[in-house]
């Protein structure tokens, strides 16, 4: 149902406007919009009577125009829509879109200029977006800044990382507001430290706020295309925060053809945690399925030749280690292999083998192609070859086992951030695929991008990962990009883009840890944008820090990592760790190899960030719920209400827990599991070790 009412009473009448307003569908939200005497835009919202941000400024600034203030507000338009739609997968099969909308005109002279910025009020939040129309001049922009504010007011707790331009692989920070700049200054990013001044600092979104009386704000983007990705410069004094945009390395935010819509603002805002995780309001700010036939999207858990390579045992990417000692040699065929290359043929059959006999339906391959002998001269030289396997590496033999087998090869394309060269190769590559049965690829851009004077969050990048996305769809390939910019809900565009890791990932694990609080912060965080590829599932908990003989201890006991599917949710999610490791435990690995990756429905029962959290889904294919419960490092019990199952109905419950004796320092592997009979009267309290877990299987009787 769409209903709509254009007020152009104003417009008739030659007059103007000073403010106008719109409440949510609810009514728990209160929009207000105006121009104030200096002509500049602005916005406040309040939730349930309090305010959230207060008068806080809009506009654009460009070298040709300034749209930021002198401004007129010459009318308004509104909207009420209230549709359901159908995700390609997801932790919904059904998603309502329910929104107000205003559309506020704004119009300023001398030179002339137009702007409207379209609001639109859900019951969980809102977002707005700048909409420029063709000027009477000025059709083309060198955008410098973007003038949005939000003043919080209060000095609330912010869960956050550094405003880093090319990497997002921080560990968060909970601060307050006025505690920020001096939490980001023990960061040492690429470009972290010339952001920091005396009482100010740049964080990063998607970043979670929280005021004294328990209201919890998400801040972040939506349909980020053509754009820089969006950061947020803070003033400790003053308890606001206003955009920054990732520039190039002139000082442009962005170059801007009219008419052009700006993506998305949001703020997700709720007094319950579990509405902030539960929310779909960035999906719905996105524009519908691009994609006709998505018959071919197929979510799926795969295993792959990856976690050998960072654990120690000097296995390498690389397959000869004489490339570089000859260098008038290309013929990799004339070479000796350095015995440490695990992507090898007999090696991939191996990882097919264990695949097809445990129902894993892919086999992730890194370090198939040519090009890794320059890895460690990644900044001067950087180019691979996505159609030049190695020696060893035997592509139609092992297509053919793949498929004998039931199993889903899956591409490396790692570009060591040469996104230019990448896009030359990107139809050769993609055919290349296809002629070999590859439908999936993961993708990765380490190092400084090439362009050189972009970021990896700059517009030109922002450009490129999204045309990536978008050719892999002529080819009816799916997506896995890391090192990309942050997500922002296009997989709705495009659900072929069915994952990103855009966060510090499950491989940190192996280089000195994730603390068990860091995956209680990301689902309220980085996976609002949309799904990770955090690579759940190690076992193996204690590992030698990659390739240094050190020690490294994950933030994890074993049944957590269970957990990690159900929390951390994803419809491309890897079993990371080694084969042996996983034989080792096969009665835990049961769990992995039964939970679902796609769902029909979720009900997230606790949660608090940073702290804990309890989900439960429903298996889009089956009557069967899973639930998952993580905590930080401190022990507590999981409480799980099983009302949400159907009366009347029973359901065996396996729980797989924490050994009573476990940590997740001290005895991470120590877990139980057992079974018992459940109904929807059924309230279970599960006890979660130190940095532990635990996850369960409802299965229908």
């Known amino acids: 149902m769409i209903k709509s009412a254009l007020l152009t009473a104003m417009l008739m009448a030659g007059l103007s406007a000073t403010a106008a307003g719109i409440s949510s569908p609810s009514g728990d939200f209160k929009l207000d919009v105006s121009a104030d005497s200096d002509g500049v835009p602005r916005y406040s919202l309040?939730?349930?009577?309090?305010?959230?941000?207060?008068?806080?400024?809009?506009?654009?600034?460009?070298?040709?125009?300034?749209?930021?203030?002198?401004?007129?507000?010459?009318?308004?338009?509104?909207?009420?829509?209230?549709?359901?739609?159908?995700?390609?997968?997801?932790?919904?099969?059904?998603?309502?879109?329910?929104?107000?909308?205003?559309?506020?005109?704004?119009?300023?002279?001398?030179?002339?200029?137009?702007?409207?910025?379209?609001?639109?009020?859900?019951?969980d939040g809102l977002g707005f977006r700048y909409e420029l129309p063709r000027q009477d001049n000025a059709n083309y922009l060198t955008l410098r800044d973007e003038a949005t504010e939000f003043n919080f007011g209060g000095d609330h707790t912010v869960f956050c990382i550094p405003g880093d331009y090319d990497t997002d692989e921080y560990l968060f920070s909970e601060t307050r507001i006025s505690g920020i700049p001096e939490a980001m200054a023990k960061y040492r990013g690429r470009h972290t430290e010339s952001q920091q001044t005396e009482g100010n600092a740049t964080i990063q979104t998607p970043t979670l706020l929280k005021s004294d009386d328990g209201r919890y704000i998400s801040v972040h983007e939506a349909a980020l295309t053509g754009y820089p990705a969006l950061l947020l410069d803070v003033d400790t004094v003053t308890r606001a925060m206003s955009a920054h945009l990732t520039p190039d390395r002139l000082g442009v935010r962005a170059y801007l053809q009219l008419p052009f819509n700006t993506p998305w603002r949001t703020m997700i805002v709720s007094d319950d945690a579990r509405d902030i995780l539960a929310s779909q309001m960035i999906l719905n700010l996105n524009e519908p399925c691009k994609i006709e036939d998505t018959s071919w999207i197929k979510p799926m858990k795969f295993v792959g030749v990856w976690w050998e390579m960072f654990t120690g045992n000097v296995k390498t990417w690389a397959y000869s280690d004489d490339f570089r000692a000859k260098p008038g040699v290309t013929d990799y065929s004339a070479l000796p292999s350095n015995g440490r290359h695990p992507a090898n043929t007999a090696n991939v059959k191996k990882y097919i083998d264990f695949a097809a006999a445990h129902g894993i339906e892919g086999v992730l391959v890194e370090g198939w192609n040519e090009g890794w002998e320059d890895w460690a001269s990644y900044r001067k030289n950087r180019q691979f070859l996505f159609d030049k396997p190695y020696p060893d590496f035997d592509v139609d033999s092992l297509r053919d086992y793949a498929a004998a087998k039931g199993v889903q090869l899956i591409m490396h394309h790692e570009t060591a951030a040469n996104a230019a060269d990448y896009e030359?190769?990107?139809?050769?590559?993609?055919?290349?695929?296809?002629?070999?049965?590859?439908?999936?690829?993961?993708?990765?851009?380490?190092?400084?991008?090439?362009?050189?004077?972009?970021?990896?969050?700059?517009?030109?990048?922002?450009?490129?990962?999204?045309?990536?996305?978008?050719?892999?769809?002529?080819?009816?390939?799916?997506?896995d990009s890391h090192e990309a910019p942050r997500p922002t809900g296009l997989c709705r565009t495009w659900p072929n883009w069915l994952a990103q890791e855009s966060a510090r990932g499950g491989e940190f694990e192996?280089?000195?840890?994730?603390?068990?609080?860091?995956?209680?912060?990301?689902?309220?965080?980085?996976?609002?944008?949309?799904?990770?590829?955090?690579?759940?599932?190690?076992?193996?908990?204690?590992?030698?820090?990659?390739?240094?003989?050190?020690?490294?201890?994950?933030?994890?006991?074993?049944?957590?990592?269970?957990?990690?599917?159900?929390?951390?949710?994803?419809?491309?999610?890897?079993?990371?760790?080694?084969?042996?490791?996983?034989?080792?435990?096969?009665?835990?690995?049961?769990?992995?190899?039964?939970?679902?990756?796609?769902?029909?429905?979720?009900?997230?029962?606790?949660?608090?960030?940073?702290?804990?959290?309890?989900?439960?889904?429903?298996?889009?294919?089956?009557?069967?719920?899973?639930?998952?419960?993580?905590?930080?490092?401190?022990?507590?019990?999981?409480?799980?209400?099983?009302?949400?199952?159907?009366?009347?109905?029973?359901?065996?419950?396996?729980?797989?827990?924490?050994?009573?004796?476990?940590?997740?320092?001290?005895?991470?592997?120590?877990?139980?599991?057992?079974?018992?009979?459940?109904?929807?009267?059924?309230?279970?309290?599960?006890?979660?070790?130190?940095?532990g877990g635990m996850a369960i299987r409802l299965k229908k009787m």
């Not at 305010?51 to 040709?64: I, K, M, Q």
């Not at 009318?75 to 390609?88: A, E, F």
């Not at 070999?436 to 517009?459: F, L």
């Not at 994950?554 to 490791?581: F, H, K």
């Open 46 to 123: 309040s939730y349930k009577g309090s305010p959230v941000v207060s008068n806080c400024a809009l506009g654009l600034r460009a070298d040709e125009a300034d749209f930021s203030r002198g401004f007129r507000l010459t009318g308004i338009d509104t909207l009420t829509s209230d549709t359901t739609w159908q995700p390609v997968w997801g932790e919904y099969s059904d998603i309502r879109d329910h929104y107000r909308e205003l559309a506020a005109h704004f119009e300023a002279d001398a030179p002339a200029r137009k702007m409207t910025v379209r609001f639109r009020l859900f019951d």
């Open 510 to 691: 192996s280089f000195g840890g994730n603390p068990p609080s860091h995956t209680c912060i990301l689902p309220f965080t980085r996976l609002k944008g949309g799904p990770m590829d955090y690579t759940p599932g190690l076992f193996e908990t204690r590992l030698s820090y990659y390739g240094e003989g050190k020690d490294s201890q994950a933030g994890s006991t074993l049944a957590r990592q269970l957990a990690l599917y159900l929390t951390m949710p994803s419809p491309l999610q890897m079993a990371c760790d080694l084969p042996e490791n996983y034989e080792r435990f096969a009665d835990a690995f049961k769990f992995i190899e039964d939970v679902p990756v796609d769902w029909a429905d979720s009900r997230y029962l606790e949660a608090e960030p940073g702290r804990y959290i309890t989900v439960a889904r429903r298996d889009k294919n089956s009557a069967d719920w899973y639930v998952g419960a993580i905590t930080d490092e401190n022990a507590r019990k999981a409480t799980v209400d099983l009302s949400f199952l159907p009366a009347g109905e029973k359901y065996e419950a396996t729980i797989y827990a924490d050994g009573k004796d476990a940590d997740w320092k001290d005895n991470p592997q120590s877990y139980s599991i057992s079974t018992r009979k459940v109904d929807s009267k059924t309230k279970l309290s599960v006890p979660l070790a130190a940095g």
């Open 424 to 479: 030359r190769q990107l139809d050769r590559a993609f055919t290349f695929m296809k002629d070999n049965g590859y439908n999936a690829v993961k993708t990765g851009y380490v190092g400084a991008i090439i362009p050189r004077s972009e970021h990896h969050s700059s517009q030109w990048m922002v450009d490129h990962v999204n045309y990536v996305a978008e050719r892999a769809a002529d080819y009816k390939i799916m997506i």
